[in-house]
């Protein structure tokens, strides 16, 4: 068998419906479109995210017989008066601790340092000075890198201050609208598909309750996450404690290794400040607590219905996805993984996908 005659056996087989050519191809140029137009289309697409969460709560107003207009607005409301926490309360507050822990990174460093020393001197077989001078090497380095990237993050959003302006005002605006006109965006945009997608409306079905459901529940759980790790650490008296529960909130994007990398920088900032003792091992007992009660106890709640997918094609997922759109891709990389899943399940397979059709619809007459 030649290999032209393997790839036409293969087209007809993948590629014989007219309707998953097109899929194909809406897919190729949605792809293309965010990959080479993202940066100058971020208002619209984070605009379109937010407004994708809030119509869960326009939608639960809505059955509770409130008015359209009336339970956007207050959807609207609602979004802008935490925007505007965010902006006046939060942001400052996490800034001014960034601001502080560069500043202690020197002292931090010198903590170390003295810390290693006496790890030699009570375990001198097992930690050699020449140890000990690596270690200290690599932490300098370390240290040097994180204040480079940090005035370079500080100079560079002195000339993004415009375009967060922009943002502040353009988002919101496009949000409103969105959810305002929901249903006239989307009958204009099914009307520029074919009379015949029975494809695609199963696809569509697919993504919007796999999305739906994971992207307003991690949405919940980063919430709920972050302000309890932010009390429990203001509780033991940890400092940079909101910068801390940004950090554990946000970690739960990225699963089997969020949870790592977040445990990290808490170790660290709990053993400067409090040393090696039973505080440093009440804050570190803490925050196990919190990572063991959002995976057996908030998740299985928040998602009622599992992602079926495999660790490994998750991680490939936070990898690939991440790697192409940054921030939004690790947001969005599970329910992606998920889509493609859906998408390889109901792709049409040749004339016996169209006979196993036929044959599931029930008989005229």
């Known amino acids: 068998m030649s290999l032209r005659t393997v790839v036409r056996g293969w087209i007809d087989h993948y590629f014989s419906d007219e309707e998953a050519v097109l899929l194909l191809v809406l897919l190729v140029v949605g792809f293309a479109v965010v990959i080479w137009l993202g940066k100058m289309l971020a208002p619209f697409l984070t605009a379109l995210v937010i407004a994708f969460l809030l119509q869960g709560g326009v939608n639960a107003l809505r059955r509770r017989k409130v008015p359209h207009l009336i339970a956007v607005l207050t959807v609207f409301l609602a979004f802008v008066g935490i925007l505007l926490a965010l902006a006046l309360i939060l942001l400052p507050l996490i800034w001014n601790q960034l601001a502080s822990l560069i500043q202690e990174t020197p002292r931090m460093f010198a903590s170390g340092q003295r810390m290693l020393d006496e790890l030699q001197m009570t375990y001198p077989k097992l930690i050699t000075p020449d140890l000990v001078q690596d270690w200290i090497s690599v932490l300098s380095r370390e240290a040097t890198q994180i204040s480079q990237r940090a005035l370079t993050l500080s100079l560079a959003s002195l000339g993004n201050v415009l375009a967060l302006i922009v943002y502040l005002v353009l988002v919101p605006i496009l949000v409103f609208f969105m959810l305002k006109d929901r249903d006239r965006l989307v009958g204009f945009l099914v009307s520029l598909l074919p009379a015949r997608r029975d494809l695609m409306t199963r696809v569509w079905i697919e993504m919007d309750l796999q999305i739906a459901n994971y992207v307003r529940g991690k949405a919940i759980e ?38 790592a990398v977040a445990t990290l920088p808490v170790a660290a900032v709990a053993g400067f400040h409090f040393g090696l003792g039973d505080d440093f091992l009440y804050v570190l007992v803490a925050y196990g607590v919190i990572q063991a009660l959002d995976g057996n106890v908030l998740v299985p709640v928040l998602f009622s219905e599992a992602v079926n997918l495999h660790p490994v094609s998750i991680i490939l997922a936070v990898l690939f996805f991440g790697g192409i759109w940054g921030f939004w891709g690790i947001f969005f990389a ?7 899943k859906a998408l390889v399940y109901a792709w049409p397979r040749g004339i016996k996908h169209k006979q196993r059709s036929l044959a599931k619809q029930p008989a005229n007459g």
Request: a neutral charge; proline letters at 7%; zero cysteines.
């Open 222 to 259: 980063i919430v709920i996450v972050g302000t309890v790790t932010f009390f429990t650490f203001a509780f033991f008296g940890l400092p940079y404690s909101a910068l801390l529960a940004v950090l554990v909130g946000f970690s739960v994007l990225v699963p089997y290794i969020g949870a």
């Open 334 to 340: 599970i329910p992606l993984a998920t889509l493609l």
